[in-house]
């Protein structure tokens, strides 16, 4: 997985709340062993303000993020989970379907998006997500195609780029794809989420 940016500003003010509860946490600790007159063993060490930084970061950033998107209080899409559907391309000017599977693991900061075809598969190499459009949500991504052995040998391995439209009523992801320089091919892709799809990061 990998980074990938966002166009708000959640991030910063998550990353105040989490320091400002982390020195919560860590005061009310040396309060509780002191109330109690514990004493820790000399090898182990009272938890810090950063180990409760660190603590709360790694929750909200695997798990927790995904209830607060669930309430609006966080604006990134959680767009985990299996997608089925097709791209139409223009090598063949648009007029056949070819079945596609997009897998899109992620959490609050990082993501990997797979695009597999009978011919080739692809991963993402960077990515963005915008949620202040007029229109809605988008998810923008590089990538990087490799051909599978049974491909033409006309396929080779190229870079392209990836612009989806999120419809969470819908639940699809609907947009276009550009191949790159060497190919220049370019079409459509059209996705809708798997219901009750599960994952290691769900």
């Known amino acids: 997985m990998h980074p990938y940016s966002i166009d708000t500003s959640e991030r910063k003010y998550s990353i105040l709340i989490f320091a400002i509860i982390g020195i919560a946490l860590s005061w009310g600790f040396h309060k509780i062993i002191s109330y109690y007159k514990i004493e820790l063993p000399w090898w182990a060490e009272s938890p810090s303000v950063l180990f409760f930084f660190g603590l709360i970061f790694m929750i909200f950033d695997k798990w927790a993020w995904k209830i607060f998107t669930n309430i609006r209080f966080i604006k990134t899409p959680n767009l985990n989970g299996e997608w089925i559907g097709h791209l139409k391309t223009s090598f063949d000017e648009h007029s056949s379907k070819k079945e596609a599977k997009l897998t ?82 370019y079409g459509i892709l059209h996705f809708k989420k798997i219901q009750g799809y599960k994952n290691l990061l769900n």
């Open 104 to 185: 899109i693991f992620q959490t609050w900061t990082k993501i990997k998006i797979i695009l597999i075809t009978d011919e080739s598969s692809s991963q993402s190499d960077t990515a963005s997500i915008l949620t202040e459009t007029p229109e809605g949500k988008y998810l923008n991504y590089q990538y990087t195609n490799k051909p599978k052995p049974e491909a033409v040998s006309t396929m080779s391995i190229h870079l392209g780029t990836g612009q989806l439209f999120y419809n969470k009523k819908e639940n699809t992801l609907v947009g276009e794809y550009y191949s790159g320089r060497d190919r220049q091919n």
